[in-house]
């Protein structure tokens, strides 16, 4: 009968751990996808990457706006001297690729592709999720 209750116990504890993991991957890149499509539609250029080319770094708006990678892992947007995180230190950005799709003067299109990965280990492994969108200037 105990190990019966361990059991229930451990597998409850497993399954809040997959819950934890899993939505912290989709509230990251949630809000990553929220706030960078904020800004890029409200943006008027692309400057990095040119036209036809990806880049780990987007810059809008001649450099007045730049989204990177910071060496922990944290997605982070640069605007005015200040830079803030983009996601939090639940998940690691294993990988970002902006790709500058379109015209470089009427609408282009910014595709994002966001790998992302759970900083806790689930049942032994890292679990990792890659997200894309395509954003289009207004």
Known sequence: MLSVWYQLFAL???QKVRDI???SLVINADTA??????TVQGATSVTVPAAG???PV???DAGAVVYQVDANGILTRTEGGQ???VTNDNVVVDQVAFTHLGPS???PT???ELTLSGRHLLEGKQRTEMYRTGISLR
Request: proline share 0%; hydrophobic share 45%.
């Open 33 to 38: 996808f929220y706030e960078l499509t904020r």
């Open 110 to 112: 910014v595709v994002v």
């Open 53 to 55: 080319a990806s880049s």
């Open 105 to 107: 003067s009427e609408s």
């Open 83 to 85: 830079t803030a995180a």
């Open 58 to 60: 987007l810059q809008l």
């Open 21 to 23: 993991v899993e939505d």
């Open 12 to 14: 409850g504890g497993v």
